[in-house]
């Protein structure tokens, strides 16, 4: 069975500074990996997925995360964190879609990670 | 276009009440899915229809049907609901295929149900 772990509830930078939200899967095969962020009361928005390749991935609104497989990881990071950051961060990770039968589309999100700016 | 919309936005409802959350898109995505988010807690994948088939219940009670008339669109019947189940309803879509690249899913901005 496919899971998320995101270590951390809830993290509390200032504006301007760097940011690195960490999460760890656990998967049988090669995972397909997704960061979204949720506003309050929102739906969820697609930040960056990996399939396959190169291991450092560029997503929108200036976030990159890197797939490392011998830690099973896919953190999550910014250079410089801006006020508008600030919401809730799902790592999720889904079956490949080779994989076939019923496991495909299900993803599984980790617990999410609350993100705080301070200005 | 990566729009996903959803009526209505809020909805409240009795526990004798009949109602239904409504999901729309014209990605051309064939598959769709309803989730349940409660507060603080991550989306729970509730359905999944691929190619207008149900093809994933997750134990669902059945006071919730869903059901998916066409390609573009996903329905959910609620019915004799229970205070438990006020939370947020999300719909979302993606592509279907083996070997494709556009596996993501995109979310919609939910429906926020409260159920007295």
């Known amino acids: 069975a496919q899971s998320v772990t995101q270590p951390d509830i809830h993290i509390t930078v200032s504006e301007g500074a760097s940011l690195e939200l960490r999460c760890n899967y656990s998967y049988g095969a090669t995972p397909y990996l997704f960061w979204y962020v949720q506003s309050p009361g929102q739906g969820l928005q697609l930040l960056l997925k990996y399939f396959s390749g190169d291991t450092l991935v560029q997503g929108i609104k200036g976030f990159e995360a890197e797939f490392k497989r011998s830690q099973s990881s896919f953190n999550l990071r910014k250079p410089s964190v801006h006020w508008s950051d600030a919401a809730e961060y799902f790592c999720a990770v889904g079956a490949h879609p080779n994989a076939g039968g019923t496991s495909y589309g299900k993803l599984t999100f980790g617990q999410g990670t609350i993100l705080t700016v301070h200005p | 276009d990566t729009e996903v919309t959803q009526t209505p936005k809020h909805l409240v409802m009795g526990m004798t009440n009949k109602k239904s959350l409504k999901c729309e898109q014209h990605?051309?995505?064939?598959?769709m899915y309803w989730y349940k988010q409660k507060a603080k807690k991550p989306p729970e994948l509730m359905f999944v229809?691929?190619?207008?088939?149900?093809?994933i219940n997750e134990s669902v009670p059945s006071r919730f049907s869903p059901e998916c008339p066409n390609s573009s669109l996903l329905n959910l019947h609620l019915h004799a609901l229970q205070p438990e189940d006020s939370a947020l309803y999300l719909c979302?879509?993606?592509?279907?295929?083996?070997?494709?690249?556009?596996?993501?899913?995109?979310f919609g901005p939910g429906t926020r149900l409260t159920v007295t």
């Open positions: 990605m051309g995505h064939r598959a």
């Open positions: 229809y691929s190619y207008e088939k149900l093809s």
């Open positions: 979302a879509s993606s592509q279907e295929g083996l070997g494709t690249s556009s596996y993501e899913q995109y």
